[in-house]
């Protein structure tokens, strides 16, 4: 099993900066990959950013340019920088871990974007 702990959600206005963490726990050898999915209400989840164990990275296009995910191995830990926030980006993230053949989410952290 492995434990996913996040944190850094909050409120913040348009235009500003958060940094979200995700610490993982548990069974955490052979984990191919950690990333990040966001659920907005009323919206399926959806994918936001990844990065494998080699650090190749990939985002999904309303972020690309503004978020950067990046990984801590020595701490088994995600992290997501999250720039120029916008109300649209205003959701429940989740951290996830892929350690084949299952993926571990985490319990979401809410960020909120004011406008």
């Known amino acids: 099993q492995v434990q996913l702990v996040e944190s850094g959600g909050g409120l913040v206005q348009a235009g500003g900066s958060l940094r979200l963490s995700c610490a993982a726990s548990?069974?955490?050898?052979?984990?191919?990959?950690m990333g990040w999915y966001r659920q907005a209400p009323g919206k399926q989840r959806e994918f936001v950013a990844r990065i494998t164990s080699d650090g190749s990275t990939n985002y999904a296009y309303s972020v690309k340019g503004r978020f950067t995910i990046s990984r801590d191995g020595a701490k088994n830990t995600v992290y997501l920088q999250m720039n120029s926030l916008t109300p649209d980006d205003t959701a429940v993230y989740y951290c996830?871990?892929?350690?084949?053949?299952?993926?571990?989410w985490g319990q979401g952290t809410q960020v909120s974007v004011s406008s």
């Open positions: 996830t871990v892929e350690r084949p053949p299952t993926t571990y």
């Open positions: 548990g069974i955490i050898f052979r984990i191919n990959a």
